[in-house]
């Protein structure tokens, strides 16, 4: 280092950690620091300020200086179609394909149709085989894809660095069934991993995700799942160690940058102590990472690439050796190829531009993550030992005892949601009632072969975060004319300002317009305004000394004015200040806490949606 270079940490006082916290006590003043803390789905609670772990120990799955591999997703009927698709993205950055056929649980009605060697030629026509690695996600018929590949590549002497998606348990969890007995069909996949080079069962936790599971039930459903393969492949003939090499890992990162970093972390931590019991030497897990299908919105779509960012981000800290990033429209439909280059781009411009990869596990020594990790880490192995216990995962999803967790935790995380305490960013706050349609592709569904099914469980329903405000904003936009509430404001702009604000977005976010305003010089002004607008609702929004002089004279005249559903931005200081609110015609109040979604829900009841 040059000597003239100062070294910086010299230049500031040591700051211990309870420095901090009277520094932080000092500025919330009559709030309590322990206001500042959280939970976590799983109950770990989240401290407002950390001390660095002054040891940090790196373990992310991917070694520093190695950029992960940009995956792109291949999902379109028409090999023809699919093939120009592969070659945009392979020449526009990719630098490996995840081949998803409509027989996938992970389709989502789409996925390509592989059924000969043919298809598969034309499909990677001028791809140079041996130099892209390819996951093959097929559901049932994931190992007969993937060895019409082999055929193909050894055909033209090439050789694949190929993953088979084959995963018999996330199948039967998604959809409900299988076409054999857990146990014939886990034995069949685990004889087929002799037939590939690579990894041939896949421990894949996008199920669990898009279900709703927590980061600890997400981690114990992949490390069960991964446990049951290791017995198959052992009980194929597979020795420990060569069996631990045949297992692949699929996890989700979502718009939770930090919690994401954790779990994934976690995850090699748990894998390698899950080798270790075997008397296995610890290895990282060959760890591909997908974009949260459950966090991806259908309004204001845009939105889904600031998700997807952050995502990537998390994966790409936590040592992701792949990472597919779902592209922005991919829950309205069949991505079309902007849509495609995004999601290609958003991996490019954190390894080429941000340099994300040249550090390993660069959030070792963060406090905040590495107490996480090891939380989240003790929490899933606990929860793994209760689902070893029951006699394994299969025996978990057949009592249903799994599923119940998991639905547990989806209906508290979406109450939160429908009460606005967990915002989705473009959908519940900050809707863009206006937005135009957004392009994707049309293309015939392709229709997947199917088995007649032996095995039935209670499938783990995919759940989106915006679904429950997606489906208001569906009602309100079938009403043919978009419902309108008018914005009563009062008194100055700065007495209105933060409960309009708060309830146009509250409103908006059930399709309803908000008519807003600058206020009123007189009540006559505001009911004549109100007249005017043709709206059937309005919202009295202001401060709790205008409303003191003005909300009870304002609600009588917009009640003369004809207004039937009138609320209150606010709730009112006591029993009497309703009482009396009531009386004027106000028939429902609007504050933090309410459920929203049964409000709004209520609201496009009343005005005909």
Request: net charge negative; glycine share 8%; proline share 2%.
């Given at each position: 280092?040059?000597?003239?270079v100062e070294n910086l940490t010299g230049s500031f006082d040591p700051r211990s950690y309870d420095d901090w916290v009277s520094v932080a006590t000092k500025a919330l003043k009559a709030t309590p620091f322990d206001k500042l803390k959280s939970t976590t789905a799983d109950g770990i609670v989240i401290e407002p300020i950390y001390e660095g772990n002054p040891a940090p120990a790196p373990i992310g799955a991917r070694p520093a200086g190695a950029p992960w591999a940009i995956v792109a997703r291949i999902d379109i009927p028409g090999n023809k179609t699919a093939n120009a698709q592969v070659?945009?993205?392979?020449?526009?950055?990719?630098?490996?394909?995840?081949?998803?056929?409509?027989e996938s649980p992970n389709a989502g009605g789409f996925g390509l149709t592989i059924s000969c060697d043919g298809c598969v030629k034309t499909l990677l026509a001028g791809v140079h085989l041996d130099l892209i690695p390819i996951r093959i996600d097929a559901g049932h018929r994931s190992a007969d894809v993937g060895r019409l590949l082999l055929g193909v590549a050894a055909e033209q002497g090439k050789t694949l660095d190929l993953a088979v998606i084959a995963d018999p348990v996330g199948l039967l969890a998604a959809t409900g069934r299988l076409g054999a007995k857990a146990e014939e069909a886990i034995a069949a996949a685990a004889a087929a991993a002799k037939d590939f080079p690579g990894t041939a069962l896949e421990a894949d936790g996008r199920v669990w995700h898009a279900a709703g599971a927590s980061e600890a039930q997400e981690l114990a459903g992949i490390l069960a799942t991964a446990v049951t393969?290791?017995?198959?492949?052992?009980?194929?003939?597979?020795?420990?160690?060569?069996a631990a090499k045949k297992i692949g890992f699929t996890a989700v990162a979502d718009q939770?940058?930090?919690?994401?970093i954790a779990k994934l972390r976690a995850l090699t931590l748990l894998w390698g102590r899950v080798l270790e019991a075997c008397g296995v030497a610890p290895a990282a897990p060959r760890l591909h990472v997908e974009t949260a299908r459950r966090m991806m919105a259908t309004r204001d779509a845009f939105t889904n690439m600031l998700r997807t960012t952050v995502a990537t981000f998390a994966a790409g800290v936590a040592g992701a050796g792949s990472v597919t990033v779902l592209p922005f429209t991919q829950g309205l439909g069949l991505p079309d190829a902007f849509a495609r280059r995004i999601a290609r781009n958003t991996q490019s411009?954190?390894?080429?531009?941000?340099?994300?990869?040249?550090?390993?596990?660069?959030?070792a020594g963060s406090g905040l993550v590495d107490t996480e990790t090891q939380d989240v880490a003790e929490l899933a192995w606990a929860l793994f030992q209760a689902i070893e216990a029951e006699g394994g995962i299969v025996a978990a999803l057949r009592s249903g005892s799994f599923h119940a967790k998991v639905t547990a935790t989806a209906k508290t995380r979406l109450d939160a949601i429908a009460k606005r305490r967990e915002p989705v960013t473009g959908v519940s706050e900050f809707p863009n009632i206006g937005e135009g349609a957004v392009a994707v592709m049309d293309l015939p569904r392709p229709t997947p072969k199917t088995v007649a099914p032996v095995?039935?469980?209670t499938a783990f329903v995919p759940h989106g975060l915006a679904e429950a405000?997606?489906?208001l904003r569906d009602r309100a936009d079938a009403a043919g004319v978009r419902p309108r509430i008018f914005m009563a404001n009062l008194g100055r702009i700065a007495d209105f300002t933060a409960r309009s604000t708060w309830s146009k977005n509250l409103f908006e976010a059930g399709g309803i317009e908000a008519l807003t305003n600058d206020g009123f010089a007189s009540i006559e002004a505001l009911s004549a305004a109100y007249k005017a607008s043709g709206a059937r609702a309005a919202v009295i929004a202001s401060s709790d000394a205008v409303y003191e002089a003005q909300a009870v004279a304002a609600a009588t005249a917009l009640a003369d004015a004809g207004c039937e559903i009138l609320y209150l931005a606010g709730k009112p200081v006591d029993a009497a200040a309703k009482d009396a609110y009531s009386k004027a015609g106000v028939t429902g109040f609007v504050h933090v806490g309410i459920d929203v979604v049964a409000t709004l829900s209520g609201a496009l009841d009343e005005l005909g949606a």
């Open positions: 280092m040059n000597s003239k070659l945009d993205d392979l020449v526009g950055g990719a630098s490996g394909l995840d081949l998803v056929t409509a393969y290791l017995r198959a492949l052992e009980a194929a003939g597979f020795d420990l160690a060569d939770n940058q930090f919690r994401s411009i954190l390894i080429e531009e941000s340099n994300l990869h040249r550090v390993a596990d660069p959030a095995e039935h469980v405000f997606e489906g």
